[in-house]
């Protein structure tokens, strides 16, 4: 297995286990824990592809994830905003309890 | 693959699926500090030591502290005493390993991948500043709007937006006053606003 494999299965893995938190807990904030997870797997993926590539002076996979760090920043800002919302509204964060879309 | 990146390999895979599985939440976020600090050994491993210390500054610095953050201002830092998983959690367990089977066959099977690393480009903040602002500028413009805006529309969603109550003499006074002298709408729109905050 060469060292870009290694760096692949680590990311695979990562993604893997965020989908599963993302998908199976309840708790809405372990959702968004689980989607900030696959995103860091996919950057890991892009400074791999960057570093084993044949053209790494171009710094292209690095600009994508400086760019894809931000993004995530704004992301979890709004969907924290959204938990805390639905939470006043609910009394409650687990994401089975809220069913309806009108309030 | 050298024994430095394998043991930060698994110290990071073990936090995340730590984060994944506990039961307390305070617990989680923590495990998953743990998590993207390895994240951020990994970019080092691979010489990429801006994007090591972004993730540092912003994961742990900042998204860690807006997760615990919301887990505190959502009251759910007690461990639950109810199951954590949702009802159907062995479709998506299921589901989860598929895809890491796919993506693990692909990264083993792949032709063509680069069998050893080339040399060490030369990944200065000087370069990354250089290209930020030459060729990557009109990203990086549309990232500073689009980071205003979810920021903005972060504090707006979260922001207490019930009117004051009917007995709050503030609410009553401007109210009065509207009446009286219409030319005191403006001031009354912003009193509403400013004692919903």
């Known amino acids: ?103 | 693959m050298s024994l430095p990146f394998i043991i930060i390999a698994f110290v990071t895979l073990f936090a995340a699926a730590a984060a994944m599985s506990l039961r307390n939440l305070v617990h989680c976020a923590l495990s998953l500090v743990v998590a993207l600090a390895g994240l951020a050994a990994l970019y080092l491993q691979l010489d990429a030591q801006f994007v090591g210390f972004a993730q540092i500054l912003v994961y742990v610095g900042a998204v860690a502290i807006l997760i615990v953050f919301a887990v505190l201002l959502t009251r759910s830092d007690a461990t639950p005493n109810q199951a954590i998983l949702a009802p159907g959690w062995i479709v998506g367990i299921a589901v989860s390993a598929v895809v890491f089977a796919t993506l693990g066959w692909a990264a083993l099977n792949s032709p063509g991948l680069p069998k050893q690393m080339p040399p060490a480009p030369e990944a200065t903040v000087k370069n990354i500043g250089d290209l930020l602002m030459t060729r990557y500028v009109l990203p990086l413009e549309v990232i500073g709007l689009l980071l205003t805006a979810a920021l903005i529309g972060a504090v707006i969603i979260a922001m207490r937006d019930d009117a004051p109550k009917p007995g709050s003499s503030r609410g009553n006074e401007a109210h009065s006053s509207m009446k009286l002298e219409p030319p005191h709408v403006g001031c009354y729109g912003s009193g509403k606003n400013g004692g919903g905050i």
């Open chain 1, 1 to 103: 297995m060469t060292p870009l494999q290694g760096c692949l299965l680590v990311s695979a893995l990562l993604f893997a286990i965020g989908l599963a938190g993302a998908v199976t807990r309840r708790n809405a904030i372990l959702a968004l824990v689980g989607i900030e997870l696959m995103l860091n797997a996919a950057n890991l993926n892009f400074i791999a592809f960057w570093r084993y590539g044949p053209h790494p002076e171009a710094l292209t996979g690095m600009m994508v994830v400086i760019f894809s760090i931000a993004i995530a920043a704004a992301e979890a800002a709004v969907g924290l905003a959204l938990i805390i919302a639905i939470y006043r509204h609910y009394k409650t964060a687990n994401l089975d309890e809220m069913k309806n879309l009108k309030g």
